[in-house]
Nanobody, 116 residues
């Protein structure tokens, strides 16, 4: 099993920056992909970005060029640095760990509010 704890959410003005962190514990060595998702009020949860154990990154088109996903060398913390934030980025941001044998684990989420 893997436990995930997100932190770093908050309120920021449009055009500003914010950084999120997600600390993983438990079977960290089994993690294949760490990703960020978000869910805006009244909308479905959507994928934002992901980073593999080898460091390959991918981004949703809506955040490409503005958000950067990274992880520490130990592979147990993933970050999401968000620049040029827009009101439509307002959501609860969730961290997800996909293990090598397919199991997925989610964090509890952290709120990000971007004011116009």
């Amino acid at each position: 099993q893997v436990q995930l704890v997100e932190s770093g959410g908050g309120l920021v003005q449009a055009g500003g920056s914010l950084g999120l962190s997600c600390a993983a514990s438990g079977s960290v060595s089994s993690i294949n992909v760490l990703g960020w998702y978000r869910q805006a009020p009244g909308k479905q949860r959507e994928w934002v970005a992901a980073i593999t154990s080898s460091g390959t990154t991918n981004y949703a088109d809506s955040v490409k060029g503005r958000f950067t996903i990274s992880r520490n060398n130990a592979g147990n913390t993933v970050y999401l640095h968000m620049n040029a934030l827009k009101p439509e980025d307002t959501a609860v941001y969730y961290c997800k760990a996909q293990l090598r044998f397919g199991a997925n684990y989610w964090g509890q989420g952290t709120h990000v509010t971007v004011s116009s």
